[in-house]
């Protein structure tokens, strides 16, 4: 069974500090995507990372993809009480498989 | 307009009630999925259907059954319901179009509390 690892499980951070949260697996995948899911709604999908390597900015958010495609990072510059939230990320291996979430960081902005 | 939609939000109901979920989506997508999460906000899938016809299906009770009526609509009947099936669960669909990945996109939940 694939598993995705989500560190931290919780971080709570003063506005406009750094962070970085991560997801890791011992299993390869063809792309990996975040999301992001507020209370009370469904998740939400930030972006896809496809190459390994690869490197993908969204405003404030960087999402890195491992080269080896097991792992990714998520960073943000400069945190806002907005993007307080539950983030996912999800890895796809391809053909007729499911995704696979990972069980989220939790992040809170406080203002 | 809402892309996909779920109905009822919230499922209050006693131990041993039938119940059904509905989920709509009107993107014009092949493939619907239920997913359940749990109080760790753990997301696994439940079902996957393609065109109506049942893909994936993750080891789930047989008291959940899942129906396709059409591609747009993936409704979830739960017979007997046990405490255990508290959960969020989400409705999402994709596209297929044979790229390296599709997108999924959800549902607002419905939150089954089973007392």
């Known amino acids: 069974t694939q598993l995705l690892e989500q560190s931290p499980q919780f971080l709570s951070i003063q506005e406009g500090e750094n962070l970085t949260v991560y997801c890791n697996s011992s299993?390869?995948?063809?792309?990996l995507q975040w999301y992001r899911q507020e209370p009370g709604e469904g998740p939400v999908l930030l972006v896809t990372?496809?190459?390994?390597?690869e490197v993908k900015k969204l405003k404030r958010l960087t999402f890195q993809f491992g080269d080896a495609r097991k792992d990714s990072s998520l960073h943000i510059t400069a945190a806002q009480p907005g993007d307080t939230g539950l983030y996912l990320c999800a890895g796809d291996s391809a053909g007729n498989t499911p995704l696979v979430f990972g069980k989220g960081t939790r992040l809170s902005v406080i203002a | 307009d809402t892309a996909v939609s779920q109905t009822p939000k919230y499922l209050v109901t006693q131990m041993g009630n039938d119940k059904s979920i509905k989920c709509e989506q009107n993107l014009g997508h092949d493939t619907m999925y239920w997913y359940k999460q749990d109080s760790k906000k753990f997301l696994k899938i439940m079902f996957s259907y393609n065109n109506k016809e049942l893909i994936i299906n993750e080891t789930v009770p047989n008291r959940f059954s899942p129906k396709s009526p059409d591609k747009a609509h993936l409704n979830l009947h739960i017979n007997s319901l046990e405490l255990g099936d508290s959960a969020v669960y989400f409705c999402a669909s994709s596209q297929v179009t044979g790229a390296l990945f599709e997108t999924q996109y959800f549902g607002p939940g419905t939150r089954l509390l089973v007392l």
């Open positions: 990372v496809v190459t390994g390597g």
């Open positions: 299993s390869v995948f063809s792309s």
